[in-house]
């Protein structure tokens, strides 16, 4: 794909925006669409084109990309006579960086493959920070051509590109990441409510373990998080919690038990009801300080 071809983006929330920009500032054209204007606005003033829907944009653009928060979301943008996927050129490639679910993601895929246009499920880890600094680890389910054909854009996207396998497979890969990074963040809640109450210091802690087999990329990223109760979101709650219901549902239908999962869901799902649901993950610490009735520090 050359540099100069038009790039349709579909979804500019907290990990699409940022994500939008650096395709600008890598030289690319954008022409977008995001359900509530004011990101559009935003873009546009950094040198994006405005689109009237996906419609529109997959008309205007070789390659499309799409990041929005769930199924249903998806199948409104993509599918359907109204969607991108029936709107875009024989030939050209839509490249869908949500977090959805392995059945979704084949459907569309099927739905593209049927028009003549290229597909791939290609989520992402790396949070907020990964977007805004183009380090994100891209998951891609498809054909090895069609993630060749994307190769200029996830350059610009993230610092690590893997072909999991066939369509569907970079969503597998993305459930198995959430899974691993809800328990993490439960974990290192419920580690340092214990280390705390104990009488240490949680940043000393934090230091200590970091330092040996318990280190890991969480830790370091929302470690002011933990130690200042600082929920800002980096990645809601309310994501995580749809992203480990289709972890769960999956394991459900295949017979793989998640009872880590299950239960860090349960936490997620305490924070929801609490009205919690659009902080950030490290909120899972309310959870393990109101269960051992002790706040972090003191």
Do not use: Y
Not at 84 to 103: E, F, N, Y
């Amino acid at each position: 794909m050359a540099s100069n071809r038009t790039i349709g983006f579909l979804g500019l929330g907290v990990m699409g925006a940022p994500m939008a920009r650096n395709l600008l500032a890598a030289g690319h054209e954008v022409v977008a669409w995001n359900r509530s204007p004011e990101p559009l606005a935003e873009l546009v003033a950094s040198g994006g084109r405005p689109a009237d829907g996906p419609a529109a944009v997959a008309r205007a653009a070789d390659v499309v990309i799409s990041i929005v928060s769930d199924d249903a979301a998806l199948r409104e943008v993509l599918g359907g006579p109204d969607g991108a996927i029936a709107a875009a050129r024989p030939g050209a490639l839509i490249v869908d960086m949500s977090t959805v679910s392995p059945a979704l993601a084949r459907e569309l895929a099927a739905e593209a493959g049927a028009r003549g246009v290229g597909f791939l499920d290609a989520p992402v880890s790396g949070g907020d920070v990964g977007a805004r600094e183009g380090t994100l680890s891209i998951m891609v389910g498809g054909s090895a051509a069609d993630v060749e054909r994307a190769g200029p854009v996830f350059e610009v996207l993230g610092s690590r590109v893997t072909h999991v396998g066939a369509a569907g497979a970079g969503q597998v890969a993305k459930a198995c990441n959430q899974v691993l990074v809800a328990v993490i963040f439960g974990g290192l809640a419920e580690a340092l409510v214990l280390g705390s109450k104990l009488g240490a210091d949680p940043a000393r802690i934090l230091d200590a373990v970091g330092g040996g087999m318990a280190a890991n990329r969480i830790m370091e990223v929302r470690r002011d998080n933990f130690l200042e109760h600082d929920f800002t979101p980096g990645f809601k709650v309310d994501l995580h919690h749809k992203d480990l219901e289709i972890a769960l549902g999956a394991g459900g239908e295949v017979d793989a038990p998640l009872p880590l999962t299950a239960e860090v869901q349960q936490m997620f799902r305490q924070l929801r009801a609490a009205g919690h649901g659009r902080e950030d993950d490290s909120a899972l610490l309310r959870v393990a300080e109101q269960r051992a009735a002790h706040r972090l520090g003191d």
